[in-house]
């Protein structure tokens, strides 16, 4: 097991999702994430899911309640600098019936591979393409 390294985390994107222990296993799944604090409720589903992917590239799934739905906003985009296969990651995704682009190089020297995920929020992972 993995050893979760605790710090401030000066910036991480909240995320309401419809079930927290299925959005986390596939996070898990699909994208490589791993739970670093899970938060459960008095009937034993999740309320809060802390998920990581790297140092400072963690998301918080939480319990989307039950009188507000869950707004997505328009254009928002999460982007991830990804230090591994593009590829790799691109086919595990898709293996999930996730929606995925890429990897593709873009304009602004990069490759990013994009995921849309069961709730419709969009991440992107990229590096980049040429270093001088």
């Not at 890429?102 to 990229?126: C, K, M, R, W």
Request: aromatic share 10%; hydrophobic share 40%; net charge negative.
């Amino acid at each position: 097991m993995i050893q979760e390294e605790f710090y401030s985390i000066p910036l991480f994107v909240r995320m309401s999702v419809s079930d927290v222990a299925a959005a986390a296993q596939w996070y898990t799944e699909a994208l490589g994430f791993r739970s670093v604090y899970s938060l459960p409720a008095i009937d034993g589903t999740q309320l809060m899911n802390h998920i990581r992917l790297g140092q400072y590239q963690d998301l918080m799934l939480v319990s989307q309640s039950s009188d507000s739905p869950i707004s997505h906003c328009s254009g928002l985009v999460i982007n991830f600098s990804y230090s591994r296969d593009l590829q790799a990651l691109a086919d595990q995704a898709g293996a999930t019936g996730a929606a995925v682009t890429g990897p593709i190089p873009t304009t602004y020297n990069a490759y990013e591979v994009t995921v849309i995920d069961p709730h419709g929020y969009q991440l992107i992972f990229s590096q980049i393409l040429d270093r001088d």
